[in-house]
């Protein structure tokens, strides 16, 4: 089992419409969650953070956390083709800075 | 206020050569962490440096080192270098080695090995 998975993509939307990222952990003792976009030839970029189980808003941006489930979630509302990257989920872990991303979901906004 | 910067932009290398790959983190960030990402994939943690110590250290061979200046720059040295070192090498910086902290990344170091 990878330790942090997220939905298999391409996961393609049209404008104006949700988007929905999903990722799962196998660590149960995870502390910090965050969410980072990544255009192709770029570094990732951070967009979210959360730390606490329940949702966070942030503009168009949803994060959804349930430690209990191990489950955390990104929403984006009102997508527009700039929206169009990957976004890779990301877990910290007890201790110091490590992350552990997801291999990534290809998001794709069609106008 | 500048971001993570790292340098050089590009590199191509030949197998069994050695390589160093410089980061400069946030003014005021004292942790740095590197990150190895090959095509396709998310970023590897490869080594985490707070406050000029290794703080951890990830499953790499110890082909890969790396250190910390006490301007909190960062090098990452890889020895003998394999085809499958080439990746975008990442260098990430927060302010503590909490990992509460969000990590922020610079443009990356995109390492090529014939």
């Known amino acids: 089992q990878k330790e942090v998975e997220q939905n298999s993509g391409p996961l393609s939307v049209p404008e104006g419409a949700i988007a929905s990222l999903n990722c799962t952990y196998s660590?149960?003792?995870?502390?910090?969650f965050f969410w980072y976009r990544q255009y192709s030839g770029k570094s990732p970029e951070l967009i979210m953070s959360?730390?606490?189980?329940g949702d966070k808003e942030d503009g168009r941006f949803t994060a959804q956390l349930n430690k209990a489930s191990q489950y955390v979630s990104l929403l984006i509302r009102d997508s527009q083709p700039s929206d169009s990257a990957t976004y890779l989920c990301?877990?910290?872990?007890?201790?110091?800075?490590?992350?552990?991303f997801g291999q990534g979901t290809i998001l794709t906004v069609h106008p | 206020d500048a971001g993570v910067t790292q340098s050089p932009t590009h590199l191509i290398k030949t197998r069994g050569q050695q390589v160093t790959l410089r980061c400069s983190p946030i003014?005021?960030?004292?942790?740095v962490s590197w990150y190895q990402q090959v095509l396709g994939q998310g970023p590897q943690f490869i080594f985490q440096?707070?406050?000029?110590?290794?703080?951890g250290r990830g499953n790499f061979p110890d082909r890969f080192s790396a250190r910390q200046f006490p301007n909190y720059s960062s090098e990452l040295n890889v020895n003998a270098l394999l085809l499958g070192d080439s990746a975008l090498y990442l260098c990430?910086?927060?302010?503590?080695?909490?990992?509460?902290?969000?990590?922020?990344f610079g443009p990356g170091t995109r390492l090529t090995v014939l």
């Open positions: 990430a910086s927060k302010t503590t080695g909490s990992s509460y902290n969000e990590q922020f």
């Open positions: 990301a877990v910290g872990g007890t201790s110091y800075g490590k992350l552990t």
């Open positions: 660590d149960r003792v995870s502390q910090s």
């Open positions: 959360i730390y606490s189980n």
């Open positions: 440096y707070y406050e000029k110590e290794e703080r």
């Open positions: 003014s005021g960030h004292k942790s």
